[in-house]
């Protein structure tokens, strides 16, 4: 990369070389704060000189938004990718409450940080999703219409995964058929074995490596979880034997052909000087649809999820409301959403604050309007 600001469309992009950051510390007067993933280093600032990179962003007119969000951001969210046959990746994307632009804090294989300005909220999410989301193909029926416990997920996923390693097993032993069925407790015992192995080729095992902070959850499977999976389609119980139904088959099949890879993110901010989370997310994206997971914060009866599978304008508008209500939460001072596009199954129904959504895409209902202004499902 060159010594310069580097424009990609309407993106500015700054790499920084080892010592700059103590320098960025320096010439701004920040001090930092624990959102922040840097520490000032006043012996190494006093003994170092800035690199001609550094010169870059110093002579920037965007140098002080760059230098608040990446030293002292009021929001940080954390994206993680990874599963499947994805490439991993982590980085960073601060936000100040002070103006609209927003940076993505990438490590380059040099270790050092790479920083990507733009100019708003919606313009980092055309970026992204044209990198890390589905277009789409067209309708794609619910699956979960509810807010359920995760637990339900887990057995869900578990599901899907014991189809696509049943398919794969018979590609290996030359048999037409897949095996569907298999006993309550080999369920259990595979489930815990898959958490264990951290292995991000299978998806359970995905969701908690990539989704920040889901892993301190307090799970308790229970029967009535494994009820829900029948009245799911996920599978079939009788007398201590599970068997696959129509939905892991379905599911299975899409993950096997089109699996594109999964995002985990999760927003954090400072409230009372303490670093807390107001939305974790997972996405698991594929050719037919994203499949979005929005977790609300761990609560005395544990934690639960709600589920959308959105096309890529839909998960864009989506995730824009998402960001804007986490924002109008940490200007006022209350908590946030606990998920992205928190919205009843039915489309035009109405949350206890007297708020609209789209069921179908979690956008804001707009007064007056006769369809959803984001996705176009009729109201």
């Known amino acids: 990369m060159e010594n310069q600001a580097n424009q990609l469309g309407n993106v500015e992009v700054f790499k920084l070389a080892s010592g ?18 840097h520490r000032y280093d006043p012996e190494q600032a006093a003994t170092s000189r800035p690199s ?3 010169k870059t962003l110093a002579e920037s007119p965007q140098f002080g938004s760059i230098a608040r969000k990446v030293l002292e951001p009021d929001l940080k969210i954390e994206f993680n990718r990874g599963g499947g046959s994805a490439a991993e990746e982590q980085f960073q994307v601060l936000l100040s409450k002070e103006d609209p632009a927003v940076v993505a804090q990438f490590v380059n294989a040099e270790g050092y940080p790479l920083l990507l300005q733009f100019e708003n909220w919606r313009a980092y999410l055309e ?9 789409g193909m067209g309708s794609y029926q619910a699956v979960f219409p509810e807010v359920r416990e995760t637990e339900v997920l887990v057995s869900a996923l578990h599901c899907i995964d014991i189809y696509r390693r049943s398919y794969m097993e018979s590609m290996l032993d030359y048999r037409s058929g897949v095996e569907l069925s298999l006993s309550s407790q080999d369920f259990v015992q595979l489930l815990k074995k898959a958490l264990a192995s951290r292995d991000k080729r299978w998806l359970l095992p995905t969701l908690f490596e990539l989704t920040p902070g889901l892993k301190n959850s307090r799970l308790s499977l229970q029967p009535a979880h494994i009820q829900q999976l029948q009245e799911l389609g996920f599978a079939t119980s009788a007398e201590g034997v599970l068997t696959l139904g129509e939905r892991a088959r379905l599911m299975g099949t899409e993950f096997i052909t089109s699996w594109m890879g999964s995002v985990g993110f999760q927003a954090t901010a400072l409230i009372d000087e303490e670093e807390r989370s107001l939305s974790r997310v997972f996405l698991a994206t594929t050719a037919f649809t994203n499949h979005l997971f929005s977790f609300e914060n761990q609560t005395p009866a544990g934690t639960r999820f709600r589920h959308q599978a959105l096309s890529g304008p839909e998960l864009e508008g989506t995730l824009l409301h998402w960001m804007e209500d986490i924002l109008a939460a940490l200007s006022g001072g209350s908590p946030a959403p606990a998920g992205a596009g928190e919205v009843n199954a039915s489309a ?3 949350e206890p604050g007297g708020s609209r ?12 309007k006769k369809f959803c202004t984001a996705c176009g499902t009729p109201i």
């Open 127 to 135: 970026w992204w999703s044209s990198i890390y989301a589905s277009p």
């Open 52 to 54: 001609e990179l550094f």
């Open 20 to 37: 700059d950051i103590d320098h960025l510390f320096r010439r701004s007067g920040l001090k930092g704060n624990r959102l922040s993933a």
């Open 348 to 350: 035009g129904q109405t």
């Open 357 to 368: 959504f789209c069921g179908q895409c979690g956008a804001e209902l707009r007064p007056g």
